[in-house]
């Protein structure tokens, strides 16, 4: 199966590859299908396009008015095919997941990433370990809303089924978090990480049990 953006494991299990490495090779790889993204846009004859080259991406998809299916169309890795808006979904959540990896960085400064799956479907889009050997792992999402479709509740569950960890981090865009209401948080919550706020542009929170009831589904 292809993927927009693929991890070679062997690379992070490579004793000199830093932390800071990994996150620099995930930004270019994602600045490159980013840039053939709005190519694809502002190149397809079938979509009017009226947005820079290198606008925000969260906003470019909104100013796509499609005239044929084959605007929904984006070629990559020769014959593979993409619907734009799945180019523009997995774009947005790994541009989350850049900017929450930088994040907890900044938390574990001698920490490492041993696993790093940035637009596949299935498992956590991240996981590595503290200075002391500790695992922490990270669910992303870069939709507008962490509401839709019950998605907090399902990548809770998935941080939970991760039992060996010791962090269990979830990272969204700061107005995607405004709607989700702290009355819907169960048996669970979530406490900010140093360095973001409410006025951040990715939000990184630690999710921490009330108790040791919390089964995941």
């Known amino acids: 199966?292809?993927?927009?953006?693929?991890?070679?494991?062997?690379?992070?299990?490579?004793?000199?590859?830093?932390?800071?490495?990994?996150?620099?090779?995930?930004?270019?790889?994602?600045?490159?299908?980013?840039?053939?993204?709005?190519?694809?846009?502002k190149n397809s004859s079938f979509?009017?396009?009226?947005?820079?080259?290198?606008?925000?991406?969260?906003?470019?998809?909104?100013?796509?008015?499609?005239?044929?299916?084959?605007?929904?169309?984006?070629?990559?890795?020769g014959n593979q095919k993409w619907e734009l808006s799945e180019v523009h979904r997995q774009m947005c959540q790994v541009e989350v997941l850049i900017e929450a990896l930088r994040l907890i960085q900044k938390k574990h400064p001698k920490g490492?990433?041993?696993?790093?799956?940035?637009?596949?479907?299935?498992?956590?889009?991240?996981?590595?370990?503290?200075?002391?050997?500790k695992i922490w792992v990270l669910e992303a999402f870069g939709g507008i809303n962490v509401r839709n479709n019950g998605k907090i509740g399902k990548n809770v569950a998935s941080l939970m089924k991760k039992t060996e960890a010791t962090h269990r981090y979830f990272a969204c865009f700061g107005d995607?978090?405004?709607?989700?209401?702290?009355?819907?948080?169960?048996k669970f919550r979530f406490e900010p990480v140093a360095d973001t706020g409410p006025e951040s542009r990715v939000l990184l929170k630690s999710v921490v049990l009330h108790s040791s009831s919390y089964k995941s589904h």
């Open 112 to 133: 490492k990433i041993t696993d790093l799956s940035p637009t596949q479907q299935s498992g956590v889009d991240a996981a590595g370990t503290d200075r002391n050997g």
């Open 47 to 77: 979509c009017n396009y009226s947005g820079a080259e290198h606008t925000d991406l969260r906003e470019s998809l909104p100013k796509v008015i499609v005239t044929g299916h084959e605007s929904l169309l984006f070629n990559i890795e």
């Open 176 to 186: 995607a978090w405004l709607n989700y209401d702290q009355r819907e948080r169960g």
């Open 1 to 41: 199966m292809s993927y927009l953006i693929a991890v070679n494991p062997n690379i992070l299990n490579k004793n000199d590859i830093s932390f800071e490495q990994v996150v620099i090779f995930l930004q270019d790889a994602w600045k490159s299908v980013v840039a053939n993204y709005f190519h694809a846009l």
